[in-house]
């Protein structure tokens, strides 16, 4: 079955650390990517894409994601993080035999001021 | 009003109770979607329209109804719901099915 994984569900980091979360998919063929953010009583938001091109895919609010086809991921990167990127990032993939997006069950993200 | 609206955007309904919940884009999208979202689960899809034609239907029970009366809105029937039925149920839109969806705030449920 088609699947997306998030390797860590939860994860702390203390201001100014650099931070990457791990998604990796299970479809073969071609593939649009996604990650969303949802901050805290606040709506999903697409964080960032990748349809086509540069696998190095920039975002807003400085996130980053590299999609590397040989390893099936597309992990979100971030140089130095907030307070405010305290949030729940989710990664989604969809395929284009299905045409469904399918999501990753998501990781939380608590960073400490 | 701008994006995705949902209401209401919290609930309580018992099993025997019916209820609708509500969904508005403002984007001139032309796909909309329902989803649910459990604690500790990814979302899971349960259905598509494109185009006011449902083309998903991710083995939904019948209890839960859905109705998309134009490109603009989307409805949510429920009826005889269970108490696993309680979660945060999301719709989207997308320009057609091949784009970025846009999610809305969610409407919080809870069968008791």
């Known amino acids: 079955a088609q699947s997306v994984s998030q390797h860590n569900h939860h994860v702390i980091l203390s201001e100014a650390a650099s931070l990457e979360l791990g998604c990796n998919y299970s479809?073969?063929?071609?593939?649009?990517l996604f990650w969303y953010v949802q901050y805290p009583g606040q709506h999903l938001q697409l964080l960032l894409k990748?349809?086509?091109?540069?696998?190095l895919v920039k975002g807003i609010k400085g996130f980053e994601a590299e999609f590397i086809k040989s390893k099936f991921s597309f992990n979100l990167r971030k140089p130095s993080v907030q307070w405010s990127d305290t949030a729940e990032y989710f990664c989604?993939?969809?395929?284009?035999?299905?045409?469904?997006?399918?999501f990753g069950q998501g990781t939380t993200l608590q960073v400490k001021p | 009003e701008t994006g995705v609206t949902q209401t209401p955007r919290h609930l309580v309904m018992g099993m025997t109770n019916k209820k609708s919940l509500k969904c508005e884009q403002h984007?001139?999208?032309?796909?909309m979607y329902w989803y649910k979202q459990s604690a500790k689960k990814p979302l899971e899809l349960m259905f598509v329209?494109?185009?006011?034609?449902?083309?998903e239907n991710n083995s939904v029970p019948s209890r839960f109804s859905p109705e998309c009366p134009n490109s603009s809105h989307l409805f949510l029937h429920l009826h005889t719901l269970q108490p696993e039925d309680s979660a945060l149920y999301l719709c989207?839109?997308?320009?057609?099915?091949?784009?970025?969806?846009?999610f809305g705030p969610g409407t919080r449920l809870t069968v008791t």
């Open positions: 989604a993939v969809r395929s284009s035999n299905t045409g469904k997006l399918i």
């Open positions: 984007l001139g999208h032309n796909a």
């Open positions: 479809y073969g063929g071609t593939v649009n």
């Open positions: 990748y349809f086509s091109g540069d696998p």
């Open positions: 329209y494109n185009f006011k034609e449902q083309t």
């Open positions: 989207a839109s997308s320009q057609t099915t091949t784009y970025e969806q846009y």
